[in-house]
C-alpha cells in the first residue's frame, strides 16, 4: 500500500467543481505534485508547488493542502477532464518519492 | 522544447537485466534532475529514481539493490539498469525532467520536485 492514500474513483457532473484529495502524513511539510493520465498516455504535469499550473494547463485546475491532506479542485469539469489522478510527494521518512494510488476521475 | 524519448528492448528474460536509455533533445542533460517511473499493467505509477546531472542518485529502497540510473551528458542521454528481473518488473517505463525549487516553512527551508516534462513511455515485458 501507498504511504500517500487516494479515492480509487470519483465522479463529477459536467461543468460541477470536483475536489480529488490525497492523504499521508509527509503532506503535513511536503507538497504534493499533481498529474492527469489519460489511457494510453504518458502523465501530464497539472498542478506542483502551494498551487503552481504550468503553462497550458486551464485555470480550472487548483491545488491547496491542509494538515496531512492535498486536494486537487476541478471547478467546472470538462469532459476532457476525465482521467487518472496521481498525487506524488515525499515518503515517510522524507528522504525518497511515492505516488498516490491514483483517482479515476469520471465526468458523467 | 525539451521532448524525451525511451528506448530499449521490448523483452526481457526473466534473470536478465533490464536496460533503457532516455535521450533527451532540445535541451541538455548538463543540469536539472532525470528521473524514471513505470507503470504496471493495469497499475498505478511507481517512482523508480532520480538522477542529478551531476552523479548523485535517489532511489526507491524496494528496487536499490538491483538499480542503477547514470547519466551521460555526452551523449544527452541517461540510462536505467535493473539487475534479476522478474515478470513483477512488467511495466511501461517514462523517463522525466525533474525540477527542483524550495520554500521556507516554520523556519526551516525544504525542496519540492516536480517532472514537468514526460517521454510517451516503453513497454517492458519479462518473460522467458
Known amino acids: 500500500s501507498s504511504e500517500l492514500t487516494q479515492d480509487p474513483a470519483v465522479s463529477v457532473a459536467l461543468g460541477q467543481t470536483v475536489t480529488i484529495t490525497c492523504q499521508g502524513d509527509s503532506l503535513r511539510t511536503y507538497y504534493a505534485t499533481w498529474y492527469q493520465q489519460k489511457p494510453g498516455q504518458a502523465p501530464v504535469l497539472v498542478i506542483y508547488g502551494k498551487n503552481n499550473r504550468p503553462s497550458g494547463i486551464p485555470d480550472r485546475f487548483s491545488g491547496s493542502s491542509s494538515g496531512n491532506t492535498a486536494s486537487l479542485t476541478i471547478t467546472g469539469a470538462q469532459a476532457e477532464d476525465e482521467a487518472d489522478y496521481y498525487c506524488?510527494?515525499?515518503?515517510?521518512?522524507?528522504?525518497?518519492?511515492?505516488f498516490g494510488g491514483g483517482t479515476q476521475l469520471t465526468v458523467l | 522544447q525539451v521532448q524525451l524519448q525511451e528506448s530499449g528492448p521490448g523483452l526481457v528474460k526473466p534473470s536478465e537485466t533490464l536496460s533503457l536509455t532516455c535521450t533527451v533533445s532540445g535541451g541538455s542533460t548538463s543540469s536539472y534532475y532525470w528521473s524514471w517511473i513505470r507503470q504496471p499493467p493495469g497499475k498505478g505509477l511507481e517512482w523508480i529514481g532520480y538522477m542529478y546531472y551531476s552523479g548523485s542518485t535517489n532511489y526507491n529502497p524496494s528496487l536499490k539493490s538491483r538499480l542503477t540510473i547514470s547519466v551521460d551528458t555526452s551523449k544527452n542521454q541517461f540510462s536505467l539498469k535493473l539487475k534479476s528481473v522478474t515478470a513483477a518488473d512488467t511495466a511501461v517505463y517514462y523517463c522525466a525532467r525533474v525540477r527542483r525549487d524550495g520554500y521556507n516553512l516554520a523556519g526551516s527551508y525544504y525542496y519540492y520536485y516536480y517532472m514537468d516534462v514526460w517521454g510517451k513511455g516503453t513497454t517492458v515485458t519479462v518473460s522467458s
Open positions: 506524488n510527494s515525499r515518503d515517510s521518512s522524507g528522504n525518497h518519492w511515492v
